[in-house]
């Protein structure tokens, strides 16, 4: 399968990096396989730049795989962004984008319910992420190329 990754510079190897801001998965190298979506992604850099990468399943690795926005999906999420970690390598999911993030903050300090955060929780289009969570996990990837983006 090919996935992207938006970046403000080519990624020939990936890594993982930690930061200061705690993201839906976690620490590690996020992909998605929605080009539009990395296309966002990198749209927000200096310089946009699309890395395509062929993604081949390895199933000796731990991965949790959410085909569905569920409450395990929300509270995986939750303990995420508390910085909470796992023990996964890959972790699939619909990503809890910039439409909901101060939904799940606010589900998160308690100011709204789990039931008034789903009626809040609408996408407007589709999401996806992989997070590439451990060392063996990114050698799952073979870097194809790179396209520098136009901000024009």
């Avoid at 749209?43 to 085909?67: G, V």
């Avoid at 972790?91 to 709204?112: K, L, P, R, T």
Wanted: hydrophobic share 40%.
């Amino acid at each position: 399968m090919r996935v992207f990754h938006g970046s403000a510079i080519e990624v020939k190897e990936p890594e993982i990096r930690t930061g200061k801001f705690t993201k839906d998965f976690g620490e590690g190298f996020y992909c998605t396989k929605l080009k539009r979506q990395a296309k966002r992604w990198a749209m927000r850099k200096e310089t946009p730049t699309i890395n395509t990468y062929e993604y081949t399943l390895d199933k000796t690795l731990s991965i949790l795989d959410f085909k569905d926005m569920t409450d395990a999906w929300l509270d995986f999420i939750a303990d995420c962004r508390k910085g909470i970690p796992h023990t996964y390598d890959i972790v699939i999911g619909a990503m809890a984008n910039d439409q909901i993030y101060n939904y799940i903050e606010d589900f998160i300090a308690g100011v709204i319910t789990r039931e008034q955060f789903w009626v809040l929780a609408k996408f407007k289009y589709p999401t996806h992420q992989i997070c590439f969570a451990t060392e063996a996990s990114l050698k799952c990837l073979k870097f194809v190329e790179s396209e520098k983006l136009s901000k024009k």
